[in-house]
């Protein structure tokens, strides 16, 4: 399975942006999927996910209410959009995938196999 995140850029506190992963070489039904981010000097963290099949999404409490994670199976894509962004939310941001996850371990980067390059979001007036 290759992954490929786009849609970073730069953005103004309180605006958004719409993430996008894209998906190959795999069933993609079969996945689930999840955001994580890193900003500079910090681990990784978990930042939402969809589960195999669309059947449950998840989120960091950092994120919920501002995050929504959505896929649309017929282009084998996930899309994480963002809104009321702040300065706390820059970070090189990654998309992760596998299809052996269980809901104990969706919040965690070990459970994921594959992984795309990552796209940056910065925000800042």
């Known amino acids: 399975v290759q992954l490929q995140a786009s849609g970073g850029g730069l953005v103004q506190p309180g605006g958004s942006l719409r993430l996008a992963c894209t998906a190959s070489?795999?069933?993609?039904?079969?996945?689930?999927v999840a955001w994580f981010r890193q900003a500079p000097g910090q681990e990784r963290e978990f930042v939402a996910a969809t589960r195999a099949g669309g059947v449950s999404t998840h989120y960091a409490d950092s994120v919920k209410g501002r995050f929504t994670v959505s896929r649309d199976a017929t282009k084998s894509m996930v899309f994480l959009q963002t809104i009321s962004l702040s300065p706390e939310d820059t970070a090189l941001y990654y998309c992760?995938?596998?299809?052996?996850?269980?809901?104990?371990?969706?919040?965690?980067?070990?459970?994921?196999?594959?992984w795309g390059q990552g796209t940056l979001v910065t925000v800042s007036s």
């Open positions: 992760a995938a596998s299809n052996t996850v269980i809901l104990s371990s969706i919040r965690q980067s070990s459970a994921y196999a594959y």
């Open positions: 070489g795999g069933s993609f039904r079969r996945l689930t």
